[in-house]
């Protein structure tokens, strides 16, 4: 089992990192250890901030030796508490936010070469000076890091035609729990000399190493963008109009995003500089983006054609395109602040789920009403990405319960277990993008397959023998003993 960090153990990790790499003040170390959303807190022996990859190596072969437990973590916005250490405090928490260089854009090669520590937000401003972009998109770009991103093979709203972040990683650098250092950084589009390792990380949710770089691909900036925004009386309405537009449009549309109502409204209540576009309010709402390379096609004319068509179908029930830059965002606001105005308003169980693409609409019209039958004053909100079949199907509590957390905490453990099981009824997975963390450990254990589940800890044990890489995480603590 994992061990207590000694006094001599940290002052070697002080002298090798110095004032600016290495604290034990509760005050600075008091963010790192509360998840995003305020519901877990941790505690932690040190907080180690490395500012090169020979760092990394050092931490780890002293960690490795002593049997100390080291959690990375990157900008510290997951929703699963994956970068969270325990409570018992005899862990490191490795901080890969001085990791923060982006070593080399080539446009010849269409690949940035990036350190781990780089915020999405920073490699989408990087890529654009050189007339590229890198693709994956998500709410938390401000804060998320491209470390934290591979590891849990972030999704967002682009996956429908770029793929989760797994898919844009061509080469690797990272430090396995020994203190080896895997030196897989350059961009081969082929490489065929066995296992991938790249692939292995990505997801591992930091449990085989620390990921200190990565090459990833960029893609041509679009020449030309619509954004739109449309009313549709239900889930089952919002595929019929995502299969149009894509027997239509071909691979224009790249984000196609489902909204429930009740959000909005909450977006509307708690967010500055927001209103509904429609004249009227509908059951549900779809964001669609779609993009062109080419400057001779009318891409807002076809997609107008297209939502005029869908509307005499009677499809959709009200369309809005951004005319502008401008409106653009302000669209795109009402989408990527949901989370924001969710937490505002209060607690609720939530679930990133995964579901075949045909199946998601009638599992949200239909386990709605179910689960909202079986927990009486409950509302379950909807949103995500039903083009690749995930969305995030929320249940808050009662409004009159006094302690939302307390119920969340407790009713909701019976509340996400009535909804895995219906997720794995039609053959979906308990967690689309988000990972499991450690608040989806029990329920992976229940619910993942067994054989899945067999295969991880054997890698586990190979890789870390010793149980130090963010124990609790994924796997069970004992998943390498």
Request: aromatic share 6%; glycine share 8%; proline share 6%.
């Amino acid at each position: 089992m994992p061990h207590h960090p000694d006094e001599a153990l940290l002052g070697k990790l002080e002298t090798l990192l110095g004032a600016e790499g290495f604290t034990k003040d509760p005050t600075v170390m008091a963010s790192f250890l509360e998840d995003w959303r305020g519901k877990l807190r941790g505690n932690a022996a040190a907080l180690l901030s490395p500012a090169t990859k020979e760092d990394v190596v050092a931490i780890m072969k002293l960690a490795y030796e002593a049997g100390v437990p080291v959690v990375p973590q990157g900008g510290n916005s997951s929703t699963v508490g994956g970068a969270t250490p325990s409570k018992e405090g005899n862990a490191l928490l490795l901080s890969t936010r001085r990791l923060n260089a982006i070593r080399s854009i080539s446009p010849e090669e269409s690949c940035a070469t990036v350190e781990a520590g780089v915020i999405l937000s920073a490699l989408h401003e990087a890529a654009d000076k050189h007339n590229l972009r890198f693709p994956l998109n998500i709410a938390s770009k401000d804060m998320a890091t491209v470390g934290g991103l591979i590891s849990t093979n972030a999704g967002g709203s682009h996956v429908l035609r770029f793929g989760p972040m797994r898919a844009s990683v061509l080469g690797i650098e990272a430090v396995f729990p020994d203190g080896s250092l895997l030196e897989n950084i350059l961009p081969l589009r082929k490489d065929n000399q066995g296992y991938d390792l790249r692939q292995l990380l990505a997801g591992a949710e930091g449990t085989l190493g620390v990921i200190t770089a990565a090459s990833l691909r960029l893609m041509p900036k679009p020449r030309l963008r619509t954004v739109m925004w449309v009313g549709v009386a239900s889930p089952s309405a919002a595929l019929t109009l995502l299969r149009r537009l894509e027997k239509e449009s071909g691979e224009a549309v790249e984000v196609f995003e489902l909204m429930e109502s009740s959000l909005i409204d909450l977006v509307l209540k708690h967010i500055p500089d927001t209103q509904l576009p429609t004249e009227k309010e509908y059951p549900w709402y779809v964001l669609i983006e779609a993009t062109a390379i080419t400057e001779g096609f009318d891409l807002e004319t076809a997609m107008i054609n297209i939502l005029a068509d869908a509307t005499e179908a009677e499809e959709i029930l009200e369309a809005v395109v951004a005319q502008n830059e401008t409106q653009a965002c302000k669209l795109w606001k009402l989408r990527e602040t949901i989370p924001l105005a969710e937490r505002t308003e209060g607690f609720a169980v939530k679930h990133d789920i995964s579901v075949p693409v045909g199946a998601m609409p009638s599992f949200i019209e239909n386990e709605s009403i179910a689960i909202e039958k079986r927990f009486a004053g409950c509302t379950v909100l909807t949103f995500g990405h039903l083009g690749d079949g995930n969305v995030h199907f929320n249940v808050c509590p009662p409004k009159d319960i006094p302690n939302q957390l307390e119920w969340v905490e407790k009713d909701g453990i019976e509340v996400s277990r009535f909804v895995y099981e219906r997720v794995m009824a039609v053959g979906g997975a308990i967690s689309a993008e988000h990972g499991i963390g450690q608040t989806k450990l029990a329920d992976f254990m229940q619910f993942g397959n067994k054989t899945k589940i067999k295969a991880l800890k054997a890698i586990k044990k190979a890789l870390d023998p010793h149980a130090i890489m963010n124990p609790g995480k994924l796997l069970p603590v004992d998943s390498a003993d």
